[in-house]
């Protein structure tokens, strides 16, 4: 039976290849990354993305699985805005904020497909004028590109008709190992030497933290698992779930992270335009169906997610680029997940 999404038409799911046997599907719903199939030297492919077991149920989880989230990716305080003395007020979806671009963000739409082939397919929207609370009218592009290298490349770019904060992201979920289970005995480095500490809600308490010294310290190569919950700022939220400003500073020539299986049979070396990266550590999956059968439990699967730091409309004291679009810019940020095989 053919499944239908909530407008009454099919979902459309696209499939990109490469010569090395890697190949990578989407669909137009949400802009959605549906699977990331690796081969390994041992003549096995591995599912290296959290997956829904179809189309359709990818409409009832709410952990954004491979979603394309947006205006706004990550937490807006108190669902408001405060720019050159005025205050909008935005719908809110996780009280008292907004999360991922609202109720009803980017990740429950459906995109319209402007280009496809082999190798990429590029993606569209437009956000009308208050969509979600937020000022102005978007245009906004998603491309999803494979490589002859193994890289799956996601590129986003914007306009919009007045100034309006944007960030956007996929919220991939990652596990490099060859079956299903808890992803905190991977390996993980994060290029980054500072932090941001945030509440129980996931909104930042304060400025930016050193990295030195605390259970945030992924300069060099460890565990998930080795100072999980090792401190008051991991526990308030389960675990790691928070953003790390990037030692790349935007330049797509350095890595902003690593991550192995714990196998070490299948590595992943992230690269991105973006400031920082939200190292998401899968903490509230549990009951989320799953592609495999079944369900994903908590720490099933992590998410690197490229972004403008949490709550950024509202601090422009903080060390990054400036997260409000103009009319007449255009937004783009590039991000590449590259898998090697030692």
């Known amino acids: 039976m053919l499944e239908l999404a909530p407008d009454g038409k099919p979902f459309?799911?696209?499939t990109l290849r490469n010569k090395a046997g890697m190949s990578v599907s989407v669909m137009?719903?949400?802009a959605t990354l549906l699977s990331c199939q690796v081969p390994v030297k041992d003549g096995s492919i591995r599912e290296t993305l959290l997956g829904s077991p179809s189309p359709a149920g990818y409409l009832q989880q709410n952990v954004y699985l491979g979603a394309s989230v947006g205006r706004y990716a990550n937490r807006i305080a108190n669902g408001q805005l405060q720019h050159n003395g005025e205050i909008v007020r935005l719908e809110i979806n996780s009280p008292?904020?907004?999360l991922h671009g609202g109720p009803e963000g980017f990740?429950?739409?459906r995109w319209r497909?402007?280009?496809?082939?082999?190798?990429?397919?590029?993606?569209?929207?437009d956000s009308p004028e208050g969509d979600q609370g937020f000022?102005?009218?978007?245009?906004?592009?998603?491309?999803?590109?494979l490589t002859e290298d193994n890289t799956l490349r996601i590129v986003y770019q914007a306009t919009v008709d007045k100034p309006c904060p944007v960030n956007l992201t996929n919220h991939a979920y990652f596990n490099l190992d060859n079956k299903a289970g808890d992803i905190r005995d991977h390996y993980l480095q994060i290029y980054a030497d500072s932090y941001l500490p945030v509440d129980s809600t996931g909104i930042p308490t304060a400025g930016l933290r050193p990295v030195e010294g605390t259970g945030f310290d992924f300069r060099t190569a460890k565990t998930i698992a080795r100072d999980f919950l090792s401190d008051t700022c991991q526990q308030a939220v389960k675990g790691y779930d928070h953003a790390f400003l990037l030692q790349a500073k935007g330049d797509l020539s350095h890595p902003a992270a690593k991550l192995w299986s714990s196998d070490g049979h299948l590595e992943m070396v992230v690269y991105t335009t973006a400031p920082s990266l939200q190292f998401y550590s899968g903490n509230y999956l549990e009951g989320t169906p799953a592609r495999e059968q079944g369900i994903y439990h908590d720490h099933h699967g992590l998410a690197l997610e490229s972004q403008f730091l949490p709550d950024s409309p509202n601090h422009p004291e903080w060390p990054q680029p400036?997260?409000?679009l103009?009319?007449?810019?255009?937004?783009?940020?590039?991000?590449e997940y590259q898998f090697i095989t030692p």
């Open 96 to 98: 008292p904020h907004q």
């Open 28 to 30: 137009d719903w949400g």
């Open 326 to 335: 103009q009319p007449g810019e255009r937004y783009e940020s590039v991000t």
């Open 12 to 14: 459309c799911l696209s």
């Open 107 to 109: 990740d429950k739409r």
């Open 322 to 324: 400036d997260c409000w």
């Open 135 to 145: 000022p102005g009218a978007l245009q906004v592009t998603a491309q999803y590109l």
């Open 113 to 125: 497909i402007l280009s496809q082939d082999e190798q990429q397919v590029l993606y569209a929207l």
